[in-house]
């Protein structure tokens, strides 16, 4: 084992990491509030995928600014679906918002598929790499954990020291003793979803900058954010950075000393180990 091979996967894993950090506190942010699982949530990342592609092949518009305007994009998704969608299913038995959120899951892949066709697609901006040694860091990579650090960063911050954080908070833990408190739990249903979308369509730019990607490609970033989801805590977003790295840690390692087509598997182990061990997630209280 090579101690420059070593070192380079390390700062891969923590590169994936940070990039599966996002999705994956959208979908803990949405099922924390109102116990819905995102299951279309890899067909928003795919989404944010195709829309900073757009903005860039179409439009020429530089990838610094696309992605604050696929944050946008993502934002008047969420209002749209909530409105339209979810505030019917809110609360409901699991099935049904599993089913509802399965079917959203179908009718985006295929949309995007009449809209992008079959073909697996990139977005063509390459930054340059630095080197230090034999060691690399692609200044894509370097990019996109900057913008994902600092969405995690912000996100963190008003969770922890903001009166709307501190809302969303009381709202997970309890929704009816939030109620009580004086809590509009209603318009914090709304602003959640909203924010758990946009941060999953976001991180889908950021992925397209990194990544090839296809319009069937959600479901493995559905399984990833899950996987971080319950390692990390349900609803705990600092839980989700923890296991976010070290998921990306653990197929960073499968790539480097193993084989790249395993990392799913690894994932589920993962999974499988959580439940198994400590289901409560690495931050979860015992019960």
Not at 82 to 94: D, F, N
């Amino acid at each position: 084992m090579s101690l420059e091979l070593f070192i380079q996967t390390i700062i891969n894993g923590l590169f994936i990491g940070f990039l599966l950090v996002l999705p994956a506190m959208g979908m803990t942010l949405i099922f924390g509030i109102m116990r819905i699982f995102n299951i279309a949530g890899g067909d928003m990342v795919i989404l944010g995928c195709y829309g900073l592609f757009w903005l860039v092949t179409l439009y020429q518009v530089d990838p610094v600014i696309g992605l604050p305007i696929v944050l946008l994009i993502g934002a008047v998704l969420g209002v749209g679906l909530y409105y339209s969608l979810i505030k019917a299913i809110v609360l409901t038995p699991g099935l049904r918002s599993l089913l509802t959120l399965f079917g959203l899951s179908g009718l985006m892949a295929n949309s995007m598929l009449l809209a992008w066709s079959p073909m697996t697609q990139g977005v063509p901006v390459f930054y340059p790499i630095i080197e230090f040694g034999n060691v690399t860091m692609a200044g894509n990579r370097l990019l996109t954990s900057a913008f994902a650090i600092a969405g995690t960063i912000i996100l963190l911050f008003i969770m922890k020291y903001t009166s709307f954080g501190r809302s969303i908070r009381a709202t997970v833990l309890d929704w009816r003793a939030a109620t009580l408190m004086g809590v509009n739990v209603d318009r914090i249903y709304a602003y959640g979803f909203t924010l758990g979308v946009a941060l999953t369509v976001f991180s889908g730019a950021l992925i397209a900058l990194v990544y090839p990607f296809e319009p069937y490609g959600g479901l493995a970033y559905t399984l990833y954010a899950f996987c971080i989801v319950i390692l990390g805590t349900v609803g705990d977003p600092k839980g989700c950075l923890v296991a976010g790295l070290i998921m990306g840690l653990a197929l960073s390692f499968t790539g480097s000393y193993w084989t790249q087509g395993m990392s799913p598997a690894v994932a589920y182990i993962i999974l499988v180990i959580t439940f198994l061990l400590r289901p409560e997630g690495l931050f979860g209280k015992r019960s």
